[in-house]
């Protein structure tokens, strides 16, 4: 049967994910944009960690040695092969160049041997999609926080395949706040899950110092260059311990993105909040918005928060239902933006 056919008669699409926008390879099979049926990820964690951050030759060198390893692992997974899919959807940007050239040219051959219909997903709305996986789509209008390595920023979703930011970050990303003052603090990488470690480690919170917020007053956008200079003189001054001070940036940043995002939802009158991105595996920023947030609230699990395929596979599902198909001509675009112009609130 065609795929106009299978879209025609609704039933089932079985659509291959695949991820490379930066330093995971990553593959994918998800069913009717909802049925996960396999997902593996090759992770480059530890060989960029002897260097403090991902080198992007490193990366891309790795995506070459493991694409195609991963490919038959989710084949397994799912106990199907390339016979059985329907569509592929491959991330085409944003990331590091030659990590999307590896991914791209991969996916681009596989559809060009079956003749199978592709999708180019953007890996900001990839992470958006990853709601979509745990419930089914949310009710819209809905804002979005992305937050990650590269990217924070609020989105507001008016309907399906339309985005428009509230917010985005005047400087560093929080994902590249966190590394930073991690390595000012000696305490390892990838920053997030080591600044997480060791505030956990605290025993009873004993005092220590407190930043301030960098509110940026009037406006939903986010400023985290302060915040990483304010720890770099509370470490020169040696009065506090790195995890002290770890857990004085942590509640800082945490306090920010939970104010500044419901906010902004009230203001658009959205129906839900929804998370995206790696930085939302945060154990206490998770905690602060289900405390918080009074809006119905979508955070996906870690595993579909941290770059995936089968978030871009969803993704590409939806493209397809839309009749949204790249042709071969589909190249890596690594500055590409999820948003257009920001609307006149009230």
């Not at 593959?27 to 992007?56: C, F, K, M, N, T």
């Not at 590091?96 to 079956?114: D, E, H, I, M, Q």
Request: proline share 6%.
């Amino acid at each position: 049967m065609s795929f106009d056919a299978i879209i025609l008669n609704r039933q089932k699409m079985k659509i291959l994910g695949i991820e490379t926008s930066c330093d995971e390879t990553a593959a994918a099979i998800v069913e009717d944009g909802s049925r996960i049926l396999s997902g593996v990820v090759a992770s480059q964690v530890e060989i960029h960690a002897r260097y403090g951050g991902i080198v992007p030759e490193v990366a891309s060198r790795q995506h070459l040695t493991a694409l195609l390893p991963t490919l038959r692992k989710a084949f397994d997974e799912a106990g199907l092969g390339l016979q059985d899919i329907d569509g592929i959807a491959v991330t085409s940007g944003p990331g590091l160049p030659g990590s999307l050239l590896t991914g791209l040219n991969f996916a681009k051959a596989l559809a060009f041997s079956r003749s199978l219909p592709l999708a180019g997903v953007n890996h900001l709305e990839g992470h958006i999609y990853a709601n979509w996986l745990e419930g089914g789509p949310p009710s819209l209008p809905a804002v979005c926080l992305i937050i990650s390595g590269g990217h924070t920023e609020l989105v507001l979703l008016q309907k399906e395949g339309e985005y428009t930011s509230l917010g985005r970050t005047r400087d560093d990303a929080i994902g590249e706040a966190y590394d930073k003052v991690a390595r000012l603090l000696g305490l390892g990488y990838p920053g997030g899950p080591a600044i997480e470690k060791v505030v956990q480690g605290l025993s009873g919170r004993p005092k220590g110092p407190v930043l301030t917020r960098p509110w940026l007053p009037g406006s939903h956008d986010f400023s985290f260059s302060g915040l990483k200079t304010a720890v770099l003189r509370l470490s020169e001054e040696g009065k506090y311990p790195p995890a002290q001070i770890a857990a004085a940036f942590q509640d800082a940043a945490v306090e920010v993105l939970v104010d500044k995002t419901i906010r902004a939802a009230d203001e658009v009158e959205a129906k839900e909040v929804l998370l995206a991105g790696g930085v939302a595996c945060n154990t206490s920023l998770r905690r602060a918005f289900k405390e918080r947030c009074h809006l119905p609230l979508r955070i996906p699990r870690p595993a579909l928060c941290t770059d995936n395929a089968a978030m871009i596979a969803c993704c590409g599902y939806y493209h397809f239902r839309r009749g949204d198909r790249a042709d071969y001509s589909l190249d890596a675009r690594p500055g590409l933006q999820l948003t257009g112009q920001r609307p006149h609130l009230p």
